[in-house]
Every structure is written in C-alpha cells, then in structure tokens.
C-alpha cells in the first residue's frame, strides 16, 4: 500500500529534550515535505527536500533541522524543544513539481512541556 | 506578500449544495489544489486546477478563474460525513505551495 508513514504519533516531552520525528515513504517521491499546523494557521511549511541531499528551508525552519540521506526518509529533528514547538506535525511527499498531489502522513502530535 | 484568503467556517444542510470560495494573491501560479482534512486526521486531495474552468469530480467540482485569483469548491448532495475542513492552496512561481487557513464546514441534519 502506497503510504508516508510518521513516528511517533503522540510525544509529549520537555523543554530542551532533544527529539527526532522519523518520516518514511514507499512511493519513490523526490520531493518530501514537513508542516505544522496550528489552530487558525493553517499549514505552514518547516523544511522540504527535493531529491537526496538537498533540502531548503520553508516558512518557518527556526528550531528544526532535517536531512535526506535516502530518497525514503526524512526526519525531522528538534534539538532543543520549546513549548511554542507544540503543534501538529505532517510530513508529506510527492512526486515532484507541477500539479502532483502531496500525500501526507498520519500526523505527530507533539507537546513540550 | 502572499496570501490565500477563504471563510473560516460555513454551516450548510445535509442534501444541499456548499460553495467554499478561495482567493488568492501569490508570485506566480502553478495551479491551485483543494484538500480535505477531517479533525485529527492528514489532509487528503479533492482536485487541482491550472486551466480556468470548471473541473467535476462526482459530487465535488473545482472553479478557477486566474485573472481573478479566485477559485471555488462546490459540494453537492452534502452528506454528514463531508463535516471537514477544506483547505486551499496555490503553487506559486517556485513550485512552493502557499495554504489557505482552511474552511471548517458544518453539515447540519
């Protein structure tokens, strides 16, 4: 089945506590993507990646930290958490530019505390 | 800057017709999407648009106008399980998408 799949699902951690949310597709996607989405903000793009190697910083990147070592994975990583990193995360992929649609993952919810 | 402008709630009843409007001003367009997001749950896609015009998709249709910058979702036939979000998002010039708040829709019975 062609899925991204995220993990954790839940976290709830503590400030400073670093923590890396893993993401993974089956699709063979080149572009691969992670958002956060707060209440009356809608989606905003953290970081995105458009093949092996090469990622670029989206809206809001202050505080995270990617990489892309395999075309499958994209992690996405908070060194030292803070409570306003509280949000729902996505990760999504898709097959590259123009109108191909972003699958996305199930989701993180993540709490510091 | 850019922007992506759509209500940010709408109540409409089971068996009726919902138009969900979006407007928006970016740097460059590489057409328009329309997900759909139930609470808790990942965005999943409804439709895209490039070419002006009406695209259908059984009960959902997709309206794009670029000289107006201005799109709309139509739900027909409304049915309890369409209470979602629908979010609007638009491909700028940089194949980056820019998303829309989201419109939360209620279906009443």
């Known amino acids: 089945e062609a899925q991204v799949t995220q993990n954790p699902r839940y976290l709830i951690t503590v400030t400073g506590k670093k923590l890396t949310v893993t993401c993974s597709q089956n699709m063979n996607h080149e572009y691969m993507s992670w958002y956060r989405q707060d209440p009356g903000l809608g989606l905003r793009q953290i970081y995105y990646s458009m093949n092996v190697e090469v990622t670029d910083k989206g809206d809001v990147p202050e505080g995270y930290k990617v990489s892309r070592k395999e075309k499958r994975n994209f992690p996405l990583i908070l060194e030292s958490p803070s409570p306003n990193q509280t949000s729902l995360y996505f990760c999504?992929?898709?097959?590259?530019?123009?109108?191909?649609?972003?699958?996305f993952g199930p989701g993180t919810r993540l709490t510091v505390l | 800057g850019q922007n992506i402008d759509q209500p940010t709630e709408m109540t409409a009843t089971e068996g009726a017709i919902v138009q969900i409007n979006c407007t928006y001003q970016t740097s460059g367009f590489n057409g328009l999407f329309w997900y759909q997001q139930h609470a808790g749950e990942a965005p999943t896609f409804l439709s895209y648009?490039?070419l002006d015009g009406l695209e259908e998709k059984g009960r959902f249709s997709s309206f794009l106008s670029r000289s107006k910058g201005y799109s709309y979702l139509l739900l027909k036939e409304l049915q309890m399980k369409d209470s979602a979000s629908y979010l609007c998002?638009?491909?700028?010039?940089?194949?980056?998408?820019?998303w829309g708040a989201g419109t939360k829709l209620i279906i009443k019975p």
């Open positions: 648009n490039v």
């Open positions: 999504a992929s898709s097959s590259g530019e123009g109108g191909n649609e972003q699958f």
């Open positions: 998002a638009v491909m700028d010039s940089n194949y980056q998408l820019i």
